[in-house]
């Protein structure tokens, strides 16, 4: 069954027959089924809004400063960075934590909060499981460029066997985040996908265009929404959920193992696992609605990400963050009761009055005081405020990673190899472009794929819950 689409995307959200649902509420109640379809295929169908074309030039453009950073590298080596002695690492291992951290929050949307049967995900889940499959693309780029010639390390660090009867080192670190994040994004990808097929199934169904009509029918596998169709897809959709929940606990305390199983003031610490986990969640939350906000409004999506799913993302926000700044305090208790005096010196001495406690002060006030606001409702209801604060925190995440990796490298055991570290114009240039590649992936996605799980929502209407069955 087909029904005649918009003839722009641009247009949708403006349904004046559509009421405004209240803060309580997960989905307009003068939604029904044909309502809900029509208007998340519209934005696949539809012509291409304006202000998108903007958003692909300025984006694709960061792709191209991406791509020149990465030949310039491979021409040139690691030495166009800014590393030096005491600082072997920089921006590199930086941005691998900060682009994990902000994969962490797809799959703790989609498979934990499913676990929990907390209905509110319907509407996010897919936006933050695609957003953590970019992230993590954006991610894996850096301990492959990290190594100097990735087309030789690359393959040495795949574990197969040879005639050689050479294996990688499992004791390496480097070794662990090639495990952690592959394991991540195989499961993520599954998890997506799957939870794509359905709609893709009413894609095909409502394609007019031939080749749409055959692309969309390859990529749904012969879906048909019969019962066996329905159950199989439940299961293995539980299934995946199981086994991405404990991805959300170990991915980003094996990248914290990085710095943990290391002899150094400021990264031997026992607490960096939960610390890590909880800026992941963070970080993920603050970047969803960083990038949600704007297309709810571009699209008019009110009626689906409601104020209910803003204030929700709020409170998960102020409580991780809350989290985050408990491992803050508990660094500097440990620090200053450990006996250690090189401990003591780089947690409390060095960070908060040493060369780079700019850094450190912004720290503090990106991820702790400008979160306060959100104990107050209607700053968690005020999408600009939400906007303002998520990016502030995005900022501040990033800067963490920076104080936990340079600020601990830049002054070690002996002050005669003390120096100082700043990122090179290549430096930024691949961190801006990676940013760049996230967004065009984002923008390519929200255009060509539902971002809004149609088959997930209509669990939601009214005449699903009388009948028992949000399918049909």
Known sequence: MSTPETSSAATVGTNPDLTPPSDRQILSPDHDAETLTNKVSSIVFGRTPLWMYGVFALSFSLVGLLLISVVYLVVKGTGIWGLNIPVAWGFAIINLVWWIGIG?????????????????????????????????????????????????????????????????????????????????????????????VPDLGTLRDRAKNIHLKRLFHSLAMGWRGSAK????????????????????????????????????????????????????????????????????????????????????????????????????????????YSGNPYERYAIAENRPFGPYNWAWMMLIFCNFLAIQPLWFKKVRQSPVALWVISFIISIGMWLERFV???????????????????????????????????FSLMFLFIRFVPMIPMSELKILLPEARVKGDGHH
Request: charge should be neutral; charged fraction near 10%; hydrophobic fraction near 55%.
């Open 404 to 438: 936990i990796v340079v600020m601990s490298l830049h002054r070690d055991f002996l002050p005669s190899s003390w120096d100082r570290y700043a990122g090179t114009i290549w430096d930024w240039g691949l961190y801006l472009g990676t940013i760049g590649f996230f």
């Open 229 to 336: 169709h329905w159950h199989n897809y439940e299961m293995a959709y539980l299934l995946l959920a199981g086994l991405s929940t404990p991805l959300v606990l170990s991915v980003h305390s094996v990248i914290s193992f990085d710095f943990s199983v290391a002899q150094l003031p400021g990264w031997h610490a026992t607490i960096f696992p939960p610390y890590f986990v909880a800026g992941a969640v963070f970080a993920g939350f603050a970047m969803v609605m960083l990038v949600m906000i704007p297309v709810r409004f571009a699209f008019g999506l009110h009626d689906m990400l409601t104020s209910r799913h803003l204030q929700n993302m709020a409170k998960v926000t102020l409580v991780t963050g809350f989290i985050v700044c408990y491992g803050y305090l508990a660094e500097f208790i440990f620090a200053y």
């Open 104 to 196: 962490h929050a797809g799959t703790l949307i989609s498979a934990i909060l499913l676990l929990l049967n907390q209905d509110w995900r319907n509407s996010i889940n897919r936006f933050a499981e695609a957003m953590t499959l970019f992230a993590v693309a954006c991610a894996v780029m850096f301990p492959l460029l990290h190594t100097g010639r990735p087309w030789i390390a690359a393959y040495w660090l795949l574990p197969y066997p040879n005639t050689m009867w050479l294996w990688p080192n499992f004791r390496s670190p480097l070794m662990w985040d090639v495990f952690a994040i592959s394991t991540y994004g195989t499961v993520s990808l599954l998890f997506w996908y799957v939870g794509l």
